[in-house]
């Protein structure tokens, strides 16, 4: 299950958990999008995978307490801004490829 945290990895910006912003890799290192698109270069830094928007977990329980309710959002911050130069490196390799087949 999603942990769904609460903050951008890089800036910091808080990501509730019907944030439209929010965006993941495979291993949920999640960012908003405005570092994915404008610093990140769609490239993970801890993984080099691509990111998707995170899903939103319903905040009513419509079916079979599959909510919020009961499984809330993580509110562990995980804030650890990236070093950009070497961001920017290890991107340069990765990013022209598309991320379904790095």
Do not use: Q
Request: with cysteine.
């Amino acid at each position: 299950m999603l942990e769904l945290r609460p903050t951008c990895e890089h800036c910091n910006k808080e990501l509730k958990p019907d944030s439209l912003e929010a965006r993941i890799c495979s291993y949920e290192c999640t960012f908003c999008a405005g570092c994915v698109d404008r610093i990140l270069n769609n490239v993970c830094p801890n993984c080099g995978g691509g990111f998707v928007p995170r899903p939103i977990r319903p905040s009513k329980n419509w079916k079979d307490d599959n909510f919020l309710g009961k499984d809330p959002a993580s509110d562990r911050v995980r804030h650890r801004p990236i070093d950009l130069a070497a961001h920017a490196i290890f991107a340069a390799t990765i990013a022209p490829i598309s991320p379904e087949h790095r």
